[in-house]
């Protein structure tokens, strides 16, 4: 967060820009998750076992918390009530219902049906993608990125996991760490000095290089950021408790051998 945003700060000092936490929230977040999947390891029956969403209403509600929230972190992130405010409002909006709408077609093209955990999802890569260039992309940008940042994603979680067999349970790599990476480079292909002036130079699209290349490397130093954050982090823990419960706590489930209370009973008398 200092590199990025404080006074001095390594990426703010080389002419990176981040509106309101692509690199500071969703990449490193993102990259944190995959190295945990990595260590903890799979789910007993991952792969076999279907892993059922178990409240939908529950994702859609979730999701449109979020958005409300969203607005307030990425417009909020002018630090005032004024024009640069609003436009971030307008594209963070533009790119979340692009990333919808381009999740659908996703899913009409590749399983014949839209849902809507796929339509939350795409709304959640469209504000992911958004956020890093919120303030510093021209509105009609937005609407690419969101439209493009969904089949990105996508391709990751139904392809790319599939291919490494790593079990991210809410696909915070694929949607989080993806979705950031694109953005942070999408900003670098269509920010505008003219909307803000804290960037330095353009992005590619209108003709300048250097903008782009300074996305690149600081992506590149929020991963290595995050890898090595998160394997300190892990260290840490360990010594004080173990990582993953046993197999059999895994077996009887977190719920009764953690909490010993089970969430969903059935209420036939014999739970």
């Known amino acids: 967060a200092h590199m990025v945003w404080g006074i001095g700060g390594f990426l703010a000092k080389i002419g990176s820009v981040d509106f309101a936490g692509g690199n500071v929230v969703h990449i490193s977040s993102g990259v944190s998750a995959l190295v945990l999947c990595l260590v903890l390891g799979k789910r007993k029956d991952y792969g076999k076992a279907n892993y059922r969403i178990h409240n939908i209403p529950f994702v859609v509600l979730g999701a449109s918390l979020l958005l409300f ?32 709408l381009s999740w659908m077609m996703m899913d009409i093209l590749m399983a014949e049906k839209p849902t809507l955990v796929g339509c939350v999802t795409g709304l959640v890569v469209g504000l992911v993608a958004i956020t890093p260039g919120a303030g510093f992309v021209p509105v009609w940008a937005s609407l690419i990125i969101g439209f493009v940042g969904s089949p990105i994603c996508y391709f990751m979680i139904s392809k790319v996991k599939q291919k490494f067999d790593y079990d991210d349970a809410l696909d915070a790599f694929g949607c989080h ?30 003709g300048d290089t250097h903008l782009f290349i300074v996305q690149v490397i600081s992506i590149l130093v929020t991963i290595v950021v995050a890898v090595v954050g998160t394997l300190i982090c892990i260290g840490l823990v360990r010594l004080f408790t173990p990582l993953r419960v046993e197999k059999r706590d895994e077996q009887v489930g977190l719920d009764l051998s953690e909490h010993n209370e089970t969430a969903y009973p059935s209420f036939n008398g014999l739970d």
């Open 69 to 100: 929230g969203w607005f307030g972190f990425n417009a909020g992130s002018a630090l005032k009530a004024d024009g640069l405010a609003i436009h971030a409002f307008a594209t963070t909006a533009i790119s979340a219902a692009s990333g919808m």
């Open 177 to 206: 760490g993806i979705g950031g990476v694109w953005g942070g480079l999408a900003t670098g292909l269509f920010t505008q000095t003219s909307i803000n002036s804290v960037a330095k130079w353009n992005g590619l699209f209108f």
